[in-house]
């Protein structure tokens, strides 16, 4: 079974406007985990690359999943366990994966306020 993954990044300058979302859509036949299939996308080029060279990305899927910066050589998971796809957004047949731009902001300052992020009230 092929895992099909539709991705979306917002954009970074007003020139990248033009095709924003951004949306694409990626194949993978090996089934990888969602930390795995973030790295290829990445790795593929489809994040915008920024001048300086230190641009910070979260991945959401419902919850917030990874975050990317340039100057790392990998993504880093926010939650302490990786969720399976089948508990991340879906739609069509796909898993719906976001990429959000955070400038060059401190990617250790964004995986950090993502890891302490509250999404429930505590009165589950």
């Known amino acids: 079974m ?7 990044r917002d954009s970074v300058a007003a ?18 985990s969602p930390l795995a299939a973030i790295a290829r996308i990445v790795a593929n080029g489809y994040l915008a690359r920024i001048a300086g060279g230190e641009a910070a990305w979260s991945v959401a899927s419902g919850v917030p999943l ?4 340039q100057q790392w050589p ?3 998971l926010v939650p302490w366990q990786e969720p399976p796809w089948s508990q991340l ?15 060059q902001v401190d990617p250790d300052i964004v995986l950090r306020v993502l890891k302490d992020l509250k999404l429930r009230t505590g009165t589950e």
Do not use: K, W
Request: aromatic share 8%.
């Open 2 to 8: 092929t895992l099909r993954i539709r991705v979306t």
């Open 15 to 32: 020139g990248d406007d033009v095709d924003a979302p951004h949306e694409r859509v990626f194949s993978f036949a090996d089934d990888p």
């Open 66 to 69: 990874a975050v990317v910066a």
């Open 74 to 76: 990998g993504p880093r």
């Open 89 to 103: 957004e879906q739609q069509d047949g796909s898993c719906r994966l976001h990429f959000n731009y955070h400038a």
